[in-house]
């Protein structure tokens, strides 16, 4: 309980503090969080953070962030988690995608099933790091905001 409770104050401070490189870090059993500013698009991956160790009868839950300044670029979004592309897909990847009208942000959720995920990738997920990473394209050169939250929740 108290590890949840300093994880979760820890995230606050990610919000509260000003800006700067890298803000602040949460690594945790269960939860990681990071968030930077002045990141590159087109930098593979933009943001990155690592949880412990995957567990069988576990979900990842992953939200990803970014932030672009007064552009009008096309943006895309997507998460990757020991390099397989998270869920939702749509058949062909799991981007997400907007053309700004001036500075925009985009967010985007993604899932896993471990169980499956390691059933169809055998030794990739389960008992290993599991490193979460969002990668981020523009049709222009920019720099943004990115910030990336990963939990591990029992199904």
Known sequence: M???IAA???????????????????????????????????TNPAISVTIEKGK???MLLVT???????TTATVVLWARVNGIEMEPQDGVDSAIGVKCDGACTLTGSWW????????????VFVSVP?????????SGTMTGKFSVTASMVKK
Do not use: M, Q
């Not at 690594?27 to 969080?33: D, E, M, Q, R």
């Not at 990803?64 to 007064?70: L, Q, R, T, V």
């Not at 896993?112 to 030794?123: K, V, Y």
């Not at 599991?130 to 523009?138: D, F, G, N, P, Q």
């Open 8 to 42: 979760a104050l820890a995230f606050v401070g990610l919000v509260a503090l000003g800006p700067g490189a890298v803000r602040a870090d949460v690594i945790g059993k269960t939860t990681a969080a990071t968030s930077a500013s002045g990141v590159a698009f087109n």
């Open 2 to 4: 108290r590890k949840g």
């Open 112 to 123: 896993l099933d471990i169980d499956a995920a390691e059933a169809a990738n055998p030794g």
């Open 130 to 138: 599991l490193i979460v990473e969002i990668e981020a394209l523009s």
């Open 64 to 70: 990803g962030i970014a932030s672009a300044p007064s």
């Open 56 to 58: 069988k009868k576990r």
